[in-house]
Protein backbone atom coordinates (compact mmCIF):
# COMPACT_ATOMS: atom_id res chain seq x y z
CA UNK A 1 0.00 0.00 0.00
CA UNK A 2 1.27 3.31 -0.89
CA UNK A 3 1.10 6.03 2.46
CA UNK A 4 2.43 9.34 3.33
CA UNK A 5 4.98 9.85 5.32
CA UNK A 6 1.99 10.18 8.37
CA UNK A 7 0.84 6.52 7.45
CA UNK A 8 -2.33 7.20 6.18
CA UNK A 9 -3.19 6.13 2.41
CA UNK A 10 -1.85 8.17 -0.29
CA UNK A 11 -4.06 10.57 -2.29
CA UNK A 12 -3.40 11.85 -5.32
CA UNK A 13 -5.39 13.14 -8.15
CA UNK A 14 -7.39 10.87 -10.43
CA UNK A 15 -4.57 11.46 -13.31
CA UNK A 16 -1.67 10.49 -10.37
CA UNK A 17 -0.75 14.22 -9.64
CA UNK A 18 -0.73 15.59 -6.49
CA UNK A 19 -3.43 17.10 -4.96
CA UNK A 20 -3.69 21.02 -4.35
CA UNK A 21 -5.14 22.90 -1.54
CA UNK A 22 -5.08 26.50 -1.02
CA UNK A 23 -4.70 27.45 2.75
CA UNK A 24 -6.46 31.29 3.67
CA UNK A 25 -5.99 32.06 7.21
CA UNK A 26 -4.89 35.86 8.19
CA UNK A 27 -2.35 34.30 11.44
CA UNK A 28 0.80 33.87 9.51
CA UNK A 29 1.79 31.18 12.38
CA UNK A 30 -1.15 29.29 12.16
CA UNK A 31 -1.34 29.05 8.14
CA UNK A 32 2.17 28.05 8.15
CA UNK A 33 1.34 25.31 10.62
CA UNK A 34 -1.80 23.88 8.40
CA UNK A 35 0.42 24.35 4.64
CA UNK A 36 3.10 22.06 6.35
CA UNK A 37 0.63 19.63 7.74
CA UNK A 38 -1.10 19.12 4.44
CA UNK A 39 2.27 19.04 2.75
CA UNK A 40 3.19 16.26 4.88
CA UNK A 41 0.34 14.55 2.90
CA UNK A 42 2.45 14.72 -0.42
CA UNK A 43 -0.22 17.25 -1.70
CA UNK A 44 0.83 20.76 -3.36
CA UNK A 45 -0.18 23.67 -0.89
CA UNK A 46 0.13 27.93 -1.11
CA UNK A 47 -1.09 30.40 1.63
CA UNK A 48 -2.88 33.46 1.62
CA UNK A 49 -3.32 35.97 4.38
CA UNK A 50 -6.76 37.76 3.00
CA UNK A 51 -9.13 37.43 0.45
CA UNK A 52 -7.42 39.08 -2.12
CA UNK A 53 -4.21 37.53 -2.56
CA UNK A 54 -6.78 34.28 -1.90
CA UNK A 55 -8.34 34.75 -4.88
CA UNK A 56 -5.26 35.90 -6.84
CA UNK A 57 -3.75 32.54 -5.59
CA UNK A 58 -6.86 30.06 -6.65
CA UNK A 59 -6.60 31.71 -10.51
CA UNK A 60 -3.07 30.73 -10.22
CA UNK A 61 -3.42 27.27 -8.12
CA UNK A 62 -6.85 26.02 -9.22
CA UNK A 63 -7.08 24.10 -6.15
CA UNK A 64 -8.97 21.06 -5.39
CA UNK A 65 -9.86 22.40 -1.85
CA UNK A 66 -9.66 25.14 0.16
CA UNK A 67 -9.16 25.38 3.82
CA UNK A 68 -10.71 28.98 4.70
CA UNK A 69 -11.07 31.07 7.95
CA UNK A 70 -14.17 32.80 8.37
CA UNK A 71 -12.76 36.28 9.46
CA UNK A 72 -10.36 37.74 6.95
CA UNK A 73 -9.05 41.90 7.53
CA UNK A 74 -10.43 42.77 4.09
CA UNK A 75 -13.63 40.42 3.69
CA UNK A 76 -15.39 37.94 5.15
CA UNK A 77 -14.84 34.07 3.94
CA UNK A 78 -18.19 33.36 2.48
CA UNK A 79 -17.32 36.31 0.15
CA UNK A 80 -14.22 34.66 -0.83
CA UNK A 81 -15.78 31.14 -1.27
CA UNK A 82 -18.72 32.81 -3.39
CA UNK A 83 -15.87 34.01 -5.34
CA UNK A 84 -13.67 31.37 -5.64
CA UNK A 85 -16.80 29.24 -7.25
CA UNK A 86 -16.63 31.92 -10.06
CA UNK A 87 -12.81 30.24 -10.63
CA UNK A 88 -13.51 26.86 -9.95
CA UNK A 89 -16.81 25.80 -9.38
CA UNK A 90 -16.67 22.06 -7.94
CA UNK A 91 -13.62 23.17 -5.34
CA UNK A 92 -14.16 22.04 -1.93
CA UNK A 93 -13.89 24.18 0.71
CA UNK A 94 -13.15 23.38 4.88
CA UNK A 95 -14.32 27.00 6.62
CA UNK A 96 -11.99 27.18 9.94
CA UNK A 97 -13.86 29.89 12.33
CA UNK A 98 -13.77 30.97 15.90
CA UNK A 99 -17.26 30.96 16.48
CA UNK A 100 -19.28 28.16 17.40
CA UNK A 101 -22.79 29.23 16.83
CA UNK A 102 -24.84 27.09 15.08
CA UNK A 103 -26.24 30.25 12.97
CA UNK A 104 -22.51 30.47 11.67
CA UNK A 105 -22.52 26.76 10.89
CA UNK A 106 -25.76 27.22 8.45
CA UNK A 107 -24.11 30.34 7.50
CA UNK A 108 -21.10 28.50 6.16
CA UNK A 109 -23.13 25.59 4.41
CA UNK A 110 -25.34 27.88 3.12
CA UNK A 111 -22.70 29.69 1.41
CA UNK A 112 -21.50 26.29 -0.14
CA UNK A 113 -18.98 25.32 2.37
CA UNK A 114 -18.74 21.67 2.61
CA UNK A 115 -17.12 21.39 6.09
CA UNK A 116 -16.33 23.60 8.90
CA UNK A 117 -14.05 23.33 12.16
CA UNK A 118 -14.35 25.53 15.16
CA UNK A 119 -11.05 26.68 16.60
CA UNK A 120 -8.76 25.71 18.55
CA UNK A 121 -8.71 22.56 16.27
CA UNK A 122 -6.39 19.90 16.20
CA UNK A 123 -3.73 19.71 12.33
CA UNK A 124 -4.66 15.95 12.48
CA UNK A 125 -8.81 16.96 12.52
CA UNK A 126 -8.17 19.32 9.76
CA UNK A 127 -6.19 16.77 7.51
CA UNK A 128 -8.69 13.99 7.79
CA UNK A 129 -11.82 16.39 7.48
CA UNK A 130 -10.15 17.63 4.02
CA UNK A 131 -8.85 13.91 2.62
CA UNK A 132 -12.60 13.39 3.39
CA UNK A 133 -13.66 15.69 1.21
CA UNK A 134 -11.89 15.49 -1.38
CA UNK A 135 -12.81 12.07 -1.27
CA UNK A 136 -16.16 12.34 -1.51
CA UNK A 137 -15.72 15.03 -4.19
CA UNK A 138 -14.59 12.63 -6.12
CA UNK A 139 -11.27 14.87 -6.90
CA UNK A 140 -8.84 11.93 -5.14
CA UNK A 141 -8.04 8.55 -5.28
CA UNK A 142 -6.14 6.17 -3.07
CA UNK A 143 -2.92 4.85 -4.94
CA UNK A 144 -3.88 1.17 -4.21
CA UNK A 145 -7.62 1.35 -5.18
CA UNK A 146 -8.80 -1.18 -8.05
CA UNK A 147 -11.00 0.69 -10.60
CA UNK A 148 -13.83 -1.37 -10.26
CA UNK A 149 -16.28 -3.06 -7.62
CA UNK A 150 -18.23 -5.81 -8.11
CA UNK A 151 -21.30 -7.40 -5.83
CA UNK A 152 -24.05 -9.60 -7.42
CA UNK A 153 -25.69 -7.46 -9.74
CA UNK A 154 -24.34 -3.77 -8.08
CA UNK A 155 -21.11 -2.88 -10.63
CA UNK A 156 -19.39 0.41 -9.85
CA UNK A 157 -16.31 1.50 -11.52
CA UNK A 158 -14.66 3.74 -9.76
CA UNK A 159 -12.16 5.82 -12.23
CA UNK A 160 -15.59 6.84 -14.11
CA UNK A 161 -17.36 7.21 -10.50
CA UNK A 162 -20.40 4.98 -12.35
CA UNK A 163 -22.36 2.54 -10.49
CA UNK A 164 -24.84 0.33 -12.39
CA UNK A 165 -27.49 -2.57 -10.86
CA UNK A 166 -28.44 -4.61 -13.54
CA UNK A 167 -27.07 -2.60 -16.36
CA UNK A 168 -29.10 0.49 -14.78
CA UNK A 169 -27.08 3.55 -14.20
CA UNK A 170 -27.65 4.98 -10.41
CA UNK A 171 -27.09 8.63 -9.59
CA UNK A 172 -25.44 9.07 -6.90
CA UNK A 173 -23.97 12.32 -4.78
CA UNK A 174 -20.33 12.01 -3.99
CA UNK A 175 -20.85 11.00 -0.19
CA UNK A 176 -23.04 8.65 -1.09
CA UNK A 177 -20.79 7.25 -3.70
CA UNK A 178 -18.08 6.95 -0.88
CA UNK A 179 -20.86 4.95 1.63
CA UNK A 180 -21.55 2.19 -1.19
CA UNK A 181 -18.09 1.52 -1.95
CA UNK A 182 -17.11 1.24 1.93
CA UNK A 183 -20.09 -0.96 2.08
CA UNK A 184 -19.17 -2.99 -1.73
CA UNK A 185 -15.32 -3.49 -0.20
CA UNK A 186 -16.91 -4.92 2.83
CA UNK A 187 -19.81 -7.65 1.13
CA UNK A 188 -21.36 -9.13 3.57
CA UNK A 189 -19.87 -7.68 6.32
CA UNK A 190 -21.58 -6.19 9.41
CA UNK A 191 -20.42 -2.72 9.48
CA UNK A 192 -21.26 -0.62 12.62
CA UNK A 193 -22.30 2.82 12.51
CA UNK A 194 -18.90 4.22 14.18
CA UNK A 195 -16.70 2.18 11.78
CA UNK A 196 -18.84 4.09 8.76
CA UNK A 197 -18.10 7.35 10.10
CA UNK A 198 -14.29 7.06 11.04
CA UNK A 199 -14.04 5.63 7.12
CA UNK A 200 -16.70 7.73 4.84
CA UNK A 201 -16.66 10.83 6.84
CA UNK A 202 -12.86 10.18 8.17
CA UNK A 203 -13.24 11.72 11.94
CA UNK A 204 -15.77 11.53 15.06
CA UNK A 205 -19.49 12.76 14.17
CA UNK A 206 -19.33 13.22 18.24
CA UNK A 207 -21.85 10.68 18.49
CA UNK A 208 -24.74 12.50 15.58
CA UNK A 209 -24.92 8.30 14.17
CA UNK A 210 -28.05 9.63 12.57
CA UNK A 211 -26.09 11.14 9.94
CA UNK A 212 -24.85 7.32 8.77
CA UNK A 213 -28.82 6.22 8.97
CA UNK A 214 -29.82 9.45 6.64
CA UNK A 215 -27.80 8.30 3.74
CA UNK A 216 -28.36 4.70 3.93
CA UNK A 217 -31.95 5.33 3.51
CA UNK A 218 -30.55 7.64 0.68
CA UNK A 219 -29.01 4.52 -0.93
CA UNK A 220 -31.90 2.11 -0.45
CA UNK A 221 -34.29 4.49 -2.47
CA UNK A 222 -31.82 4.30 -5.54
CA UNK A 223 -29.91 0.99 -5.04
CA UNK A 224 -32.60 -0.93 -3.95
CA UNK A 225 -36.08 1.30 -5.22
CA UNK A 226 -37.97 -1.64 -7.21
CA UNK A 227 -35.55 -4.39 -6.62
CA UNK A 228 -34.74 -6.72 -4.41
CA UNK A 229 -33.14 -5.05 -1.49
CA UNK A 230 -28.97 -5.35 -1.06
CA UNK A 231 -28.90 -2.93 1.77
CA UNK A 232 -29.91 -4.72 5.30
CA UNK A 233 -30.17 -3.43 8.81
CA UNK A 234 -29.25 -5.75 11.46
CA UNK A 235 -30.50 -4.29 14.86
CA UNK A 236 -28.17 -3.18 17.56
CA UNK A 237 -25.58 -3.94 15.07
CA UNK A 238 -24.91 -2.19 11.48
CA UNK A 239 -25.62 -2.43 8.52
CA UNK A 240 -24.60 -4.78 5.52
CA UNK A 241 -24.31 -5.17 2.03
CA UNK A 242 -25.53 -8.39 0.26
CA UNK A 243 -26.01 -9.76 -3.36
CA UNK A 244 -29.29 -10.82 -3.76
CA UNK A 245 -29.95 -14.94 -3.79
CA UNK A 246 -30.36 -16.21 -7.25
Same mark, same amino acid.
Given at each position: ?? +? =????????? *? %? !??? %??? @? &??? $? !??? $???? @????? &????????????????????????????? @??????? !???????????????? #??????? +??? #??????????????????????????? @???? *????????????? #???? *?? +??? #? &??????????? *?????????? =??????RFLMRNPRRVLSKTQILDRVWSYDFGGRAHVVELYISYLRKKVDA?????????????????????
Amino acid at each position: MN +T =TRSGRPALT *R %P !DGT %PLR @V &LVV $D !DDP $DLAE @VLSGA &LRYEGWQVRSAGDGASALAEARELMPDAV @VLDVMLP !DTDGFAVLRSLHTVKP #DVCVLFL +TAR #DAVEDRIAGITAGGDDYVTKPFSLEEV @VARV *RGLLRRAGMARQL #DEGP *RL +TVG #D &LVMDEEAREVT *RAGELIELSP =TEFELLRFLMRNPRRVLSKTQILDRVWSYDFGGRAHVVELYISYLRKKVDAGREPMIHTVRGAGYVLKPVAS
